[in-house]
C-alpha cells in the first residue's frame, strides 16, 4: 500500500511512480477534516507526514485553511516543522500557536534552527521564544545572533562534541556512552588543544572502527578546515561544495572553537542562493513565495516592471528615429521585432550561463578572456545561421533580395553583440560589487533590443531607401 505522502501514478509501461510529494486527495481530506472540526481525523491523518511534508501543506493550503488546520491540530507541532516553513509564512504560524506548544517546540530545535527561525522575526516574538529556552541554550541563540546577518556565526550550531587531541578511541567511546547531551546528529568529533583551538577531526566511521587503544592523532581526516564565524555564509557553502566537507568547526577572532557547521545548512545556503538568482534574473525580488499574498507580490513585482517600462522607452526612441523609413516600407514593422527577440534570447542565454558560472566561482579572472573569446565566436556562428535562414526567408516574402541582405547583416550583428552583453555586463557588475543576478538581465535585453533596432532600421535606411 502507497504512503500517503506520495502521489502514485502509473508509468508507459504500467508502473507506478513516486515523486515524494504530497497527495493531493490527502491535502483534500486534511482540508475537510479541519473544516469539519474534527480534531481527531485531523491527527490521525497527519501523524504519519513528515516535518517537511507538514511544512509543504501548510505553505499549500490558503491563510484560512491554516489556521484552521492550527488550532485543530497545533498541539501536536514539532520543532522541525517550524524550521522546514517558509519564511512568507512562518511568523503567521507561530502568531497561531499557543505559547506552550510554541515553546516546547522550539526546545526541541538545535540552537541553529532557533536562530533562523528567529532571526526574522519582530521582537515581540523574538522574546517570545527566546524566553522558551533554557538559560543555557537562550544564551547560545543570543551570542549567535550577535554576529553578522548571513554569516557562519548565525548559521552554526553550538552543539559540538569534542575530546582532547590526547585522548584515544577507547576513552572517546566511553565518554560519548557516559555524555546525556549529545547532539541528535553529529559526524565528526573536533580534537581541540588545551586553549580550545580545534586542531583536527576524527569521523564517526573511523571512531568506531579502530582500536580502543589507538590514538586519535592517528585517525584524523586530511579534509579537516576550520571557519570564522564573521566568514559570509555563501562563502562556507562554496567551501563545503569544493573540498566535499561533511562538518566544519567554527571559531571566533582569537582562534577558539564557538560551533560546528553540518553539511545540510551548508546545503540549504546553496539551495537558497539558486533560488534567489532565478528569482532576481526574472524580476520578481529575491523573497517571493507562492505564500505571499496579492499586495505582497504586486509590491515585489512593480518596481522591476517599472525599470523595465523605461528601458521599452529606450528601446522605442531608437524605432522614432527611423519611423520615415518605417512609413516608407512596412515590411521593416513586421520584421523588426524578429531581430530584437532573437538578440534578446541569445543574450539570455549567455547571461544565465554566465550568473551560474560567477555564482559557482567557475568563472574568474584567470578563464574570463577565453570565455568571452568563446562567446562572441558562438554569437558570430549562431548569426550566420539565423542570417542565412531569414535572409532567405525575408527575400522570398517581400520578394526584396536587398531586405534579406539587410535583415542577415542586423542579425548577425544583433547575435554578436548578445553574446558579448550576456557575459560583459555580469562580469562587469560582479566586478563593481553588484550583484549580476539583480541588474543583469535589464542591461542586456536594452542593449540587445537597441543595438537589434538599430542595425536593422539603420542598414535598411541605407541600403533600401
Known amino acids: 500500500m502507497a504512503d500517503d505522502t506520495t502521489i502514485q501514478r502509473a508509468g508507459d509501461d504500467g508502473r507506478e511512480e513516486e515523486d515524494f510529494a504530497l497527495d493531493r486527495d490527502l491535502v483534500d481530506r486534511i482540508v475537510a477534516a479541519a473544516d469539519a472540526g474534527d480534531a481527531g481525523q485531523l491527527k490521525d491523518l497527519m501523524a504519519p507526514l513528515h516535518a517537511a511534508d507538514i511544512a509543504d501543506l501548510l505553505e499549500q493550503v490558503s491563510a484560512a485553511e491554516r489556521r484552521e488546520i492550527l488550532l485543530l491540530w497545533g498541539s501536536e507541532m514539532d520543532g522541525d516543522v517550524l524550521s522546514e516553513l517558509d519564511d512568507s509564512i512562518r511568523e503567521e504560524v507561530i502568531g497561531t500557536l499557543p505559547k506552550h506548544v510554541l515553546a516546547e517546540a522550539v526546545r526541541e530545535l538545535d540552537s541553529d534552527d532557533v536562530v533562523d527561525l528567529i532571526e526574522d522575526?519582530?521582537?515581540?516574538?523574538?522574546?517570545?521564544?527566546?524566553?522558551?529556552l533554557d538559560a543555557g541554550d537562550?544564551?547560545?541563540?543570543?551570542?549567535?545572533?550577535?554576529?553578522?546577518?548571513?554569516?557562519?556565526?548565525?548559521?552554526?550550531?553550538?552543539?559540538?562534541?569534542?575530546?582532547?587531541?590526547?585522548?584515544?578511541?577507547?576513552e572517546t567511546i566511553d565518554h560519548l556512552r557516559r555524555d546525556e547531551e549529545l547532539p541528535d546528529q553529529f559526524y565528526h568529533v573536533i580534537l581541540v588543544d588545551p586553549g580550545h583551538h580545534p586542531v583536527a577531526y576524527v569521523t564517526l566511521g573511523k571512531l568506531l572502527s579502530s582500536r580502543r587503544d589507538t590514538a586519535l592523532k592517528d585517525i584524523t581526516e586530511?579534509?579537516?578546515?576550520?571557519i570564522s564565524a564573521r566568514q559570509e555564509e555563501g562563502d562556507v557553502a562554496y567551501a563545503f561544495n569544493q573540498y566535499h566537507l561533511i562538518s566544519a568547526p567554527v571559531v571566533d577572532d582569537d582562534n577558539r572553537l564557538v560551533g560546528v557547521i553540518t553539511i545540510d545548512d551548508a546545503m540549504s545556503v546553496l539551495d537558497e542562493e539558486h533560488e534567489e538568482d532565478i528569482l532576481r534574473l526574472a524580476g520578481v525580488g529575491d523573497e517571493s513565495s507562492i505564500a505571499d499574498t496579492v499586495i505582497e507580490t504586486v509590491r515585489q513585482r512593480l518596481p522591476w516592471l517599472g525599470v523595465n517600462l523605461c528601458t521599452a522607452l529606450l528601446a522605442a526612441s531608437i524605432i522614432g528615429l527611423f519611423q520615415d523609413s518605417i512609413s516608407h516600407l512596412v515590411a521593416l514593422a513586421v520584421l523588426m521585432p524578429i531581430v530584437a527577440s532573437m538578440g534578446g534570447n541569445a543574450g539570455t542565454q549567455t547571461l544565465t550561463v554566465a550568473v551560474r558560472a560567477l555564482a559557482t566561482r567557475n568563472l574568474t579572472e584567470n578563464n574570463v578572456l577565453r570565455v568571452v573569446r568563446r562567446e562572441a565566436m558562438v554569437g558570430v556562428l549562431n548569426g550566420l545561421v539565423f542570417a542565412l535562414l531569414l535572409g532567405v526567408v525575408a527575400a522570398l516574402w517581400f520578394a526584396m533580395p536587398e531586405l534579406g541582405l539587410?535583415?542577415?547583416?542586423?542579425?548577425?550583428?544583433?547575435?554578436?553583440?548578445?553574446?558579448?552583453?550576456?557575459?560583459?555586463?555580469?562580469?562587469?557588475?560582479?566586478?563593481l560589487?553588484?550583484?549580476p543576478a539583480l541588474a543583469s538581465g535589464t542591461f542586456v535585453t536594452t542593449l540587445t533590443d537597441m543595438v537589434g533596432f538599430f542595425a536593422f532600421l539603420g542598414l535598411a535606411t541605407l541600403v533600401l531607401l
Open 433 to 435: 560589487g553588484a550583484d
Open 138 to 170: 537562550r544564551a547560545a541563540v543570543e551570542q549567535s545572533l550577535t554576529y553578522p546577518e548571513y554569516s557562519a556565526g548565525r548559521l552554526m550550531q553550538r552543539e559540538v562534541v569534542t575530546a582532547p587531541e590526547h585522548w584515544t578511541v577507547g
Open 121 to 132: 522575526l519582530e521582537k515581540p516574538q523574538q522574546a517570545q521564544i527566546l524566553g522558551a
Open 222 to 226: 586530511d579534509s579537516f578546515r576550520t
Open 406 to 431: 539587410v535583415i542577415a547583416l542586423a542579425i548577425i550583428i544583433n547575435l554578436m553583440v548578445a553574446a558579448l552583453a550576456g557575459i560583459l555586463v555580469p562580469v562587469v557588475l560582479d566586478k
